[in-house]
C-alpha cells in the first residue's frame, strides 16, 4: 500500500493567486481529513469526509478555503485567493470510519508559502 | 469539550537516556488513546495507541499505559536514540460516539549522540 498521497509536497506562490492541494487517501478508507499545522496554532482540523460527503467544515477559516471529494480515491483543497497567513503545512490523513481505536493515516503533506 | 494537555518541549536528552513525555486528557466517556509521531518533513504516524483502561500500547519500544484514574498517557522509552529526534502528538477519540480525534500541541524531541 502506498500510503496516503500527496501532492505537491511544495508549493509558493504570489498572494492573490489560486492554490489547489491534492490527496488519494488509502483505497478502502472511506473517511478523509484535512488539517493545517503552524507553529502557532499547530494542527487544525479544516475539514472531513465520510464516503464522498462533507460532514464537518467548521473548521474551514473562510469562505476562500473550499475542499471537494469527487470520488473514493481524490480530494483536493483549494484557496482562492491566497493570502501570506495561509503559509502552513497541509496534510490530508484517511481512516476507515467505523473502528474508532483504528487511528488515521496521515500524508506527507504539502508545505504552502504565499509570498 | 474533550482536550489534550501535553508538556511543553522540546525535550533534550542524550542518547541512551531515558524519555518520558506526559500527556493527560480530559473526556466524556472511555475514549480510545494514541500516541503519533512527526519526523521532520514527514505526516504523522501512529506510533501506538490503548483502547481501554489498563491497556498498555507500545511500539518500537515506545510505552505508554492507559490510566483511567489520573487521566493519562504517558510516553515511555528506556533508551533514546538520534533517530527518535521528532515531535510527539498524543490523541484521543472516541467519546460520545465521535471517531475525530483531538490532537495535543506536540512536544518536540531531540536527542543528542
Known amino acids: 500500500d502506498a500510503g496516503v498521497i500527496q501532492s505537491p509536497r511544495h508549493e509558493v506562490t504570489e498572494m492573490g493567486q489560486e492554490v489547489t492541494l491534492r490527496c488519494k487517501p488509502i483505497?478502502?478508507?472511506?473517511?478523509l481529513f484535512w488539517y493545517r499545522q503552524t507553529m502557532m496554532r499547530g494542527l487544525e482540523l479544516l475539514i472531513y469526509?465520510?464516503?464522498?460527503?462533507?460532514?464537518?467544515d467548521s473548521g474551514m477559516p473562510e469562505d476562500r478555503f473550499s475542499a471537494k471529494m469527487p470520488n473514493a480515491s481524490f480530494s483536493t483543497l483549494k484557496i482562492q485567493p491566497s493570502e501570506p497567513r495561509d503559509s502552513a503545512v497541509y496534510f490530508c490523513?484517511?481512516?476507515?470510519?467505523?473502528?474508532?481505536?483504528?487511528?488515521?493515516?496521515f500524508g506527507s503533506g504539502t508545505r504552502l508559502t504565499v509570498v | 469539550g474533550d482536550s489534550v494537555t501535553q508538556m511543553e518541549g522540546p525535550v533534550t536528552l542524550s542518547e541512551e537516556a531515558f524519555l518520558t513525555i506526559n500527556c493527560t486528557y480530559t473526556?466524556?466517556?472511555?475514549?480510545?488513546l494514541f500516541w503519533y509521531v512527526q519526523y521532520p518533513g514527514e505526516g504523522l504516524q501512529l506510533l501506538l495507541k490503548?483502547?481501554?483502561?489498563?491497556d498498555k500500547g507500545s511500539n518500537k519500544g515506545f510505552e505508554a499505559t492507559y490510566r483511567k484514574e489520573t487521566t493519562s498517557f504517558h510516553l515511555e522509552k528506556g533508551s533514546v536514540q538520534v533517530s527518535d529526534s521528532a515531535v510527539y502528538f498524543c490523541?484521543?477519540?472516541?467519546?460520545?460516539?465521535?471517531?475525530?480525534?483531538?490532537f495535543g500541541r506536540g512536544t518536540s524531541l531531540i536527542v543528542h549522540p
Open positions: 469526509f465520510n464516503n464522498n460527503v462533507p460532514i464537518d
Open positions: 473526556a466524556t466517556g472511555y475514549p480510545s
Open positions: 490523513a484517511s481512516s476507515t470510519r467505523n473502528r474508532v481505536g483504528y487511528g488515521y493515516t
Open positions: 490503548a483502547t481501554k483502561a489498563d
Open positions: 483505497s478502502g478508507h472511506n473517511s
Open positions: 490523541a484521543l477519540s472516541g467519546t460520545g460516539g465521535s471517531y475525530i480525534p483531538t
